[in-house]
């Protein structure tokens, strides 16, 4: 059973930086693609950022200049860098991975809070 774990999530200050790790287990196949999205309450989920086995990375405009998507393909894991966070970017990151069948798994979401 595939399963996406996220983790680095909590409770910054405007202007902190958090670093959220995804690892994918119960599978031998790498992902065509893996990223990030996010759901704020009461707001839709929405794409944070991708990226692509090659490493071809997109970025919302949001979290553009102050986000690093990266993945290891050998461990099956993505990371999101986020730096100068801000208190729009509070909700709950949710990873992702998409199978060349265009499958997608989720992860369970890790919430990330920032104060003003």
């Known amino acids: 059973q595939v399963q996406l774990m996220e983790s680095g999530g909590g409770l910054v200050q405007a202007g902190e930086s958090l670093r959220l790790s995804c690892a994918a287990s119960?599978?031998?196949?790498?992902?065509?693609?893996m990223g990030w999205y996010r759901q704020a309450a009461g707001k839709q989920r929405e794409l944070v950022a991708t990226?692509?086995?090659?490493?071809?990375?997109t970025y919302a405009e949001s979290v553009k200049g102050r986000s690093t998507i990266s993945r290891d393909n050998d461990e099956n894991t993505v990371y999101l860098q986020m730096n100068s966070l801000k208190p729009e970017d509070t909700a709950v990151y949710y990873c992702y991975g998409r199978r060349a069948s265009g499958r997608d798994y989720w992860g369970q979401g890790t919430q990330v809070t920032v104060s003003s």
């Open positions: 990226v692509a086995s090659g490493g071809t990375t």
């Open positions: 119960g599978t031998f196949f790498s992902f065509n693609r």
